[in-house]
């Protein structure tokens, strides 16, 4: 990913007017360190989501390997609850949100028309803020008493009693909330006022406009987590009692600023993916995105309604029958701007000509299997249903899907659909053929059977279980070993494709038709539209 | 010098700059008005 071309590598000396805008990268550690290129960014961002997948990764392989059998098999239960702890945290921050952000810096700009982010300096130290977070998250393991093991939600009361990893977790989490609000504004800014002639809001390719959305959620929630954290913080060490009962505070508040944040957060996790998945089919359909103003309004439904239905996650904790149904017909309802989606994007792929090319097993991947979990979604929305499977293992089956199979799985069609014009080499189309059925197969092996064993009423976050749960546990065990193994092909393939292969062309994929691929070469210049194109 | 990484300034227009510079405060003033507004909130109860 770094081998953009450097086009206008001379120096100042060359004595041009224009000097300042043709200049290449410096060399070695100091171009990333100082660098203000989004392209340059957005790789950074990949590469660090890339290295927290893995170290998320060995934390879920090790889950998964003291559950291969019943009994405690290799760790001791607070050091097992550190890492489902730790496992979602870097998953979530660590992972997830930064490759969507890095698929931002590398594409926004360019998608309508910018030279660059609006901030690029604000951009840099977006991105270098991660490294401390990330720190602070992963040495947490060894301080005394171990990483944070409250689950990532931090409910107290095992938050607030906990040792020092929790406040190590809690100012990486106040640190990557300002990287992430930082970043927002860089996006919503970028779109809002830097667009070329032309591009007006409803030209703009579905990748822009899902982030624009994401971006004002960032804003919306991610303050409200700062603040509940920042209260979890007081209420550890300055005697207050915000969710203390002894001083007359009350736990369940942090569940419902919590869970503020936590909802819109997982459509945070999810829309960019939406915009991916909506440039990848129209291109391998080769047809335009059906109802594309459907689309926008549909994202916006989604944004909206996700700032009414956090209780969802709460059933269990004694609200008012008007409440839980209140949350329950909004749960519900984000179905009907999501089935639109679905719908648009099956109508899309209806009588085109379609290819079967990495990314598009990817996309139909994420199709199929996103919308299992969005239907046990609906399922566990139904309130008396939910308050038997709360906990269990159904849910972590539900959140799996969404965002291993939704959010992920559109992290990796995208790399895949965007790697040839950002290193101008194209990747290895059957290895990457493979990588797509390994990780489907191990995927499901691994979480399909998470549905069986919840509705059996086996619990989540528990390192022993009972004997009945124990030849499904099994199964799914080798499936998470399955979809990890599988995941080194990803990197040896990503790897190979940024150090040589078969060039690429500057419109690869047929049907792509997003200005990356209709103005500019492949791989794109260090500096992309200095002048703004027209768009007609 | 070190050379720029970016096209600088990557606003084309001053208006345009003026624009960007005007939005990224608004946003920022949005989130640190939510943050210290929750805790206020909570405070004052």
């Given at each position: 990913m770094s081998s953009v071309i450097h086009a206008h590598d001379h120096d100042h000396d060359h004595g041009h007017d224009e000097a300042h805008a043709h200049h290449g990268p410096p060399r070695g550690f100091t171009r990333w360190l100082y660098t203000t290129n989004h392209k340059d960014i957005g790789t950074m961002y990949l590469v660090f989501s890339c290295v927290m997948f893995f170290v998320g990764g060995t934390m879920a392989m090790l889950i998964r390997a003291e559950l291969f059998?019943?009994?405690?098999?290799?760790?001791d239960p607070q050091f097992f609850n550190s890492l489902t702890t730790m496992h979602g945290l870097i998953m979530i921050f660590g992972a997830i949100m930064p490759a969507f952000v890095g698929f931002a810096n590398w594409l926004v700009p360019m998608q309508i028309g910018a030279?660059?982010?609006?901030?690029p300096r604000m951009n840099n130290w977006s991105f270098w803020l991660l490294i401390p977070a990330a720190l602070l998250l992963t040495t947490s393991?060894?301080?005394?008493?171990?990483?944070?093991?409250?689950?990532?939600?931090?409910?107290p009361p095992l938050s607030v009693q906990q040792g020092i990893a929790v406040d190590m977790t809690i100012l990486a989490i106040h640190i990557l909330g300002a990287s992430s609000i930082m970043g927002s504004i860089n996006i919503i800014t970028t779109i809002l006022n830097m667009?070329?002639?032309?591009?007006t809001l409803m030209k703009m390719p579905l990748f822009v406009w899902t982030w624009l959305i994401t971006a004002y959620l960032l804003i919306a929630v991610m303050p409200v987590l700062a603040g509940a954290i920042t209260m979890l913080l007081f209420d550890r060490?300055?005697?207050?009692?915000?969710?203390?009962a002894a001083g007359g505070g009350d736990p369940t508040l942090f569940l419902h600023v919590f869970w503020f944040f936590g909802h819109p957060e997982v459509y945070i996790m999810i829309l960019p993916a939406f915009g991916i998945v909506s440039q990848i089919i129209p291109a391998f359909a080769?047809?335009?995105?059906?109802?594309y103003a459907s689309m926008v309004y549909a994202t916006a439904s989604i944004a909206l309604l996700s700032f009414i239905v956090w209780g969802h996650h709460m059933?269990?904790?004694?609200?008012?029958a008007a409440g839980n149904l209140f949350f329950m017909y909004g749960t519900i309802l984000i179905a009907v701007p999501t089935g639109v989606k679905v719908f648009n994007w099956i109508s899309t792929m209806w009588r085109g000509s379609m290819t079967f090319e990495t990314p598009m097993l990817f996309a139909i991947g994420f199709l199929c299997l996103f919308t299992i979990g969005g239907f046990s979604g609906i399922v566990l929305a139904i309130v008396p249903v939910d308050i038997t499977l709360?906990?269990?293992?159904y849910v972590v089956a539900h959140f799996h899907y969404v965002l291993v199979s939704g959010a992920l799985f559109g992290i990796m069609g995208g790399v895949y659909f965007w790697l040839p014009k950002w290193t101008g080499h194209m990747y290895n189309e059957g290895m990457g053929k493979l990588h797509f059925w390994l990780s489907m197969i191990g995927f499901n092996v691994a979480f399909f059977p998470m549905h069986f064993l919840g509705l059996a009423g086996m619990p989540r976050r528990i390192p022993d279980y009972a004997l009945q749960f124990a030849d499904w546990n099994m199964i799914s065990s080798l499936g998470a070993f399955l979809f990890g193994a599988a995941q080194l092909l990803l990197v040896y393939n990503v790897i190979s494709t940024v150090r040589g292969g078969r060039a690429a062309e500057q419109?690869?994929?047929?049907?792509a038709d997003s200005l990356e691929w209709t103005?500019?070469?492949?791989?794109?210049?260090?500096?992309?539209?200095e002048t703004a194109p027209v768009i007609r | 010098m070190r050379p720029h990484t970016?096209?600088?300034?990557?606003?084309?227009?001053p208006e345009q700059r003026r624009r960007a510079i005007a939005t990224g405060f608004a946003l920022a003033a949005v989130a640190l008005a939510f943050y210290a507004a929750m805790i206020l909130h909570y405070v004052a109860h």
């Open positions: 059998k019943p009994g405690l098999q290799f760790f030279a660059d982010m609006a901030f393991f060894f301080v005394p008493g171990g990483a944070a093991a409250s689950g990532w939600t931090l409910y667009r070329a002639p032309g591009m060490h300055f005697g207050t009692s915000f969710f203390n080769r047809k335009p995105l059906f109802g059933f269990t904790v004694g609200m008012p709360h906990n269990t293992y419109k690869q994929w047929d049907g103005h500019l070469p492949s791989p794109v210049p260090y500096h992309t539209f | 970016h096209r600088e300034p990557p606003a084309r227009t």
